[in-house]
């Protein structure tokens, strides 16, 4: 806009080759992700098999009735709310909450090893926290043993409670994210703000409730979304440690939706899965973009 | 470990520092004497929470150098049996080049190709800037666990299963959004008025780009290739969908059919690959840390 005014014909062509940088990504989308979500689109309405197949036909939402039919895909769904409920919106959410606010009044050489151990956890690869966590739930693994040293009651976890071993382990291993979220958040909290509130007598909760929360509310919702959107799509952690299993009692949508595509070959039904996965990721999506409103500019 | 402590504390004036230096603290002694002791059961509250959390990590290092290892946590007798069994070319160096060629290749297409969209996405006026921008920001949120079978699908069709360089590729384009609007952030900072003085000079744009914009935005660079890289190393299920041959395997999936192939004895070895996989990515997450600060790295992401 600021340029020299240009001869008319020749500002889309300037604005065009301003824009090739654009080119490789551009490309790179359209062939990879958008292209594959579009294919998806089309599957989920067909009975493609990728063995034996005599010919893939149109099916309309035979794909999509039939899975809301399916016990085991609502048992999917079921499972995925679970966890992203209970290990996302609350365990990581709170406790990374609850991290930053400790480790604000902390002392420095406590605050460096809490941060420390935490993000361990967050930057170990998908597999191998699954392999530790598989451990530590197993019957004679460290929580069993650490229980028994308490004198509490002792579990096989890994089948008894599948799915809260699996929403344990994805607090374990995704709260740093969280804990570094509102770290910075806090610290933006206005320290007279606080004081000011103490000095007329609201006590920690109050003071937490009524001004720092209400102050780094855009971080909580920020945080939220994200948290959401990335355990949505947890597979490996999950698949590591239970296989979904057993039986389909810690089976959510990705599993399921693996099973159903890879094992049981059904490339269709699998894609109609994926593309409800999509549509509840591309929801929340949407959700916070709103909330970031991208600055005008 | 400088993790936690640099984050919020890096980045301008404190606001604690606006604080007027004159106004007295009404509350003295008690306030002090409270806050000491807050102090101390708080880091005591830390200190047991860190050694739980810890239990799983050190769990692996005692299993790792141990003779005899079940699930337990065991009093080590240390030996360095475990690591000599799995460092050989099949089940340690192989993995790990396949996982340095796929990720190291993916960050590279991620990188280059966010650098160059977000040049014109941070500098050009055009009506198709903020559509295009909102479809990055929305696509970083879609679920790419789920994109995985339709891209199975498609790479059937056209023969790319089992390709290292269509799942290279496939790695870069998934990682993409996230690289240029983390890209595009961090280029908004840089200021235009060296760049108008360049230009002045006769620079074109990529020169300005390359000389001026790029070297100015040498933080923001690295926390790209440093968090694309580890995002990748770690992913598992790409690979897993994408790559058939034993032979072509990165460490992501080796680790896994270790896992779901050997029995209880072996949980010593499969302990000392992990930690050598590992170690790659904790590596550069320290280093990241130490001269970034981790909080900054998240800026973009959240403050949008």
Redesign the interface.
């Known amino acids: 806009m600021s340029s020299v005014p240009a001869a008319p014909s020749r500002a889309p062509l300037r604005g065009l080759l301003r824009g090739l940088p654009l080119l490789p990504s551009l490309v790179l989308l359209l062939v990879f992700l958008a292209g594959p979500i579009g294919y998806c689109v089309y599957y989920a309405f067909t009975d493609l098999q990728l063995t034996g197949a005599s010919g893939t036909n149109f099916v309309g939402l035979r794909n999509f009735t039939r899975a809301f039919d399916d016990p085991d895909f609502l048992n999917a769904v079921e499972l995925t709310l679970v966890f992203v409920v209970g290990s996302a919106v609350i365990g990581q959410n709170s406790l990374g909450l609850a991290l930053a606010a400790l480790m604000e009044k902390a002392s420095k050489p406590v605050r460096s090893i809490t941060g420390a151990v935490v993000v361990a956890a967050w930057v170990l690869p998908e597999v191998v926290a699954g392999y530790l966590m598989y451990a530590f739930f197993y019957q004679q693994g460290s929580l069993n043993a650490i229980l028994r040293l308490l004198h509490l009651p002792q579990q096989n976890w890994l089948y008894t409670l599948p799915i809260l071993a699996v929403c344990i382990a994805n607090v374990w291993r995704g709260t740093a994210f969280s804990m570094l979220v509102f770290s910075a958040a806090l610290s933006e909290v206005p320290k007279e703000l606080v004081e000011a509130a103490e000095m007329d007598g609201a006590g920690p909760w109050q003071r937490l409730w009524r001004v720092t929360l209400p102050v780094i509310r855009r971080a909580v919702l920020t945080n939220l979304m994200l948290v959401t959107l990335q355990t949505l799509s947890v597979f490996g952690l999950i698949y590591t440690m239970t296989r979904g299993g057993p039986g389909n009692s810690s089976q959510t949508l990705p599993v399921f939706m693996y099973q159903q595509a890879f094992q049981n070959s059904l490339i269709g039904y699998g894609t109609a899965v994926a593309l409800v996965l999509l549509a509840v990721g591309g929801v929340f999506s949407a959700v916070y973009i709103r909330m970031l409103k991208v600055e005008e500019d | ?5 640099s ?3 890096t980045d301008g004036p ?3 520092l ?2 007027p230096p004159v106004a007295p603290r ?1 509350r003295g002694h008690r306030g002090r004497g409270r806050g000491s002791a ?2 101390a059961s ?2 005591v ?3 047991v ?2 050694l739980l ?5 050190l ?2 290092v005692l ?1 790792s150098v141990s003779s005899r290892s ?4 065991t009093a080590p007798s240390p030996t360095t049996a475990n690591f000599r069994a799995v460092l050989d070319a099949e089940t340690t160096y192989r993995p790990m080049l396949n996982g340095l060629l796929l990720c190291g290749g993916g960050t590279l ?1 991620c990188v ?3 650098v ?2 977000a ?3 941070s500098r ?3 009506r ?1 800037r ?1 559509p ?3 479809t990055v ?18 790479f ?1 069709q056209v023969d790319l299963i089992d390709s290292m360089l269509a799942t290279t ?2 790695l ?3 990682a ?2 996230f690289g ?1 609007w983390l890209m595009k952030s961090f280029m908004d900072g840089v200021p235009i008025v060296l760049e108008e003085a360049a230009r002045i000079d006769g620079a074109t ?2 020169q300005v ?1 390359w000389r001026i914009v790029l070297p100015l935005m040498r933080p923001g660079v690295v926390v790209v290739t440093v968090f694309t890289f ?1 995002g990748m ?5 790409v690979p ?2 994408l790559l058939l041959s034993p032979e072509k395997l990165p ?3 080796s ?2 059919t270790f ?1 779901s192939a050997h029995n209880q004895t072996q ?1 010593g070895q ?1 302990s000392a690959f ?1 930690i050598i ?2 170690v790659p ?2 590596m550069l ?1 320290l280093l990241l ?1 130490r001269r970034l600060g ?2 900054f790295a ?2 973009g ?2 403050k ?1």
């Open positions: 470990m400088a993790v936690s402590d984050p919020p504390r404190r606001p604690r606006r604080t009404p807050g102090r708080v880091d509250v830390l200190l929470f860190s959390y810890l239990v799983p990590l769990w692996m299993a079940g699930f337990e946590l297409v280059l190709c966010s160059l969209a040049y014109p996405l050009m006026r055009s198709l903020r295009f921008l909102y920001l929305f696509s970083t949120g879609l679920p790419i666990t789920a994109v995985m079978i339709p891209v199975y699908s498609m059937v590729l496939f870069g384009a998934a993409l959004p240029i744009s990529m780009l580890i190393w770690g992913n598992f299920f897993f969908v460490a992501s999936v680790v896994f896992l949980y499969l992990s996989y590992s990515v904790l997450y840390a981790g909080g998240l800026g992401a959240v949008g």
